[in-house]
């Protein structure tokens, strides 16, 4: 690894730390204790660390995982406080059964997703780069498994939910998605196995010394 020195300020502070490291690694390598925004560590979930980034010679900020962005010249970082919903959406999961009906069923857990005026807003704030608008179409549409597979690397940070004009909260959006077609789409592939050895006669158990066939 290049040890050369990279110098940049964090939260309004001017560090130095051996390139290569991330943004948190460096603040570490600078010999600060950061007690929070570090959600691998206990102190929060994963997306803790989010953080505004403006690169040196660039007027735009973006949005970055602090623990996968590495540090470059001049680089300057604000981390993002802890971000909160605005909205409490309490449900469960085993109430949503009716696989025939789960437009309605999205309506009713989530009425403001299909609200969406398509600004952008939340994917140009999400550091992995989802989809994110896209997503939740999907899942007011009731495609689970296109929307499951779109917030598949979501990370909860709620940067999309702090954006969204129409106080929209994507991401629980996604992960709502995300439990049902767990729940009610996926099935256990060796179940599915003994059940069709099952119905086929193929299931041979042997108890003691008698053996049993199933079918």
């Known amino acids: 690894m290049n040890d050369a020195p ?3 300020v964090v939260d309004g502070r001017t560090i130095t730390a051996p390139s ?3 943004i948190i690694e ?8 950061l007690v929070e925004h570090v959600g691998c560590f206990g102190q929060g979930v994963c997306g803790s660390c989010r953080a505004m980034v403006r690169r040196d010679g660039s007027p735009e900020v973006g949005f970055v995982l602090a623990c996968e962005t590495l540090i470059e010249p001049g680089m300057q970082v604000s981390f993002v406080r802890a971000l909160a919903p605005r ?10 059964q009716d ?17 969406c005026r398509h600004c952008g807003g939340c994917d140009a704030v999400c550091p992995r780069k989802l989809d994110v608008q896209a997503g939740v179409g999907a899942v007011v549409d009731g495609r689970l498994h296109e929307a499951s597979a779109i917030f598949a690397a979501c990370v909860m940070c709620n940067l999309c939910t702090a954006a969204c004009p129409e106080q929209i909260t994507p991401n629980h959006v996604g992960l709502f998605a995300r439990r049902l ?10 179940l599915m196995r003994r059940l069709e050895q099952l119905e086929r006669g193929d299931l041979r ?4 010394a008698e053996e049993h066939v199933y079918g």
Do not use: K, M
């Not at 409490?88 to 949503?96: G, K």
């Not at 009906?101 to 609200?115: C, I």
């Not at 077609?181 to 060796?190: E, I, K, Q, Y």
């Open 99 to 115: 696989l025939w009906r789960v437009g309605t069923q999205v309506r009713t857990a989530f009425p403001e997703a299909a609200l």
């Open 87 to 96: 909205r409490e959406r309490p449900y469960q999961v085993d109430q949503f």
């Open 205 to 208: 158990v042997e108890i003691g």
């Open 26 to 33: 460096a603040v570490w390598a600078a010999g600060q204790t």
């Open 181 to 190: 077609t767990v729940t009610l789409l996926s099935r256990p592939a060796n």
């Open 20 to 22: 290569g490291r991330s």
């Open 6 to 8: 990279v110098t940049l």
